[in-house]
């Protein structure tokens, strides 16, 4: 299973940009799918996850910004991040729990990781 990750950019504070993210390979099911920032010097962190046909997670600095959906026809999700702060600037990783077979066993994938930059 593969992640493409893409959409990320330089944008001035108060932009806004879209990321997204397709999974491809061998999958018969995305249990959930997330997206999780890296900044330089700090842990990688949580930033919204989906669930299949769940209710979506997001971190509270994130909460009324950014918005996760996914296309379960695509395999894809996509993050709308709005009102986008310095903070926000991050390497950001896409992530899917999949089943590859019909099963119990689920496994973790991950993007390559697309760059977030926010400055003026």
């Known amino acids: 299973v593969q992640l493409q990750a893409s959409g990320g950019g330089l944008v001035q504070p108060g932009g806004s940009l879209r990321l997204s993210c397709a999974a491809s390979?061998?999958?018969?099911?995305?249990?959930?799918m997330g997206w999780y920032r890296q900044a330089p010097g700090k842990q990688r962190e949580l930033v919204a996850t989906?669930?299949?046909?769940?209710?979506?997670n997001y971190v509270d600095s994130v909460k009324g910004r950014f918005t996760i959906s996914r296309d379960n026809a695509k395999n894809t999700a996509y993050l709308q991040m709005n009102s986008l702060e310095p903070e926000d600037t991050a390497v950001y990783y896409c992530?899917?729990?999949?089943?590859?077979?019909?099963?119990?066993?689920?496994?973790?994938?991950w993007g390559q990781g697309t760059q977030v930059t926010v400055s003026s």
């Open positions: 992530n899917a729990r999949v089943l590859p077979r019909p099963g119990i066993y689920v496994y973790d994938y």
């Open positions: 390979g061998t999958i018969f099911s995305i249990n959930a």
């Open positions: 989906i669930p299949s046909g769940g209710i979506a």
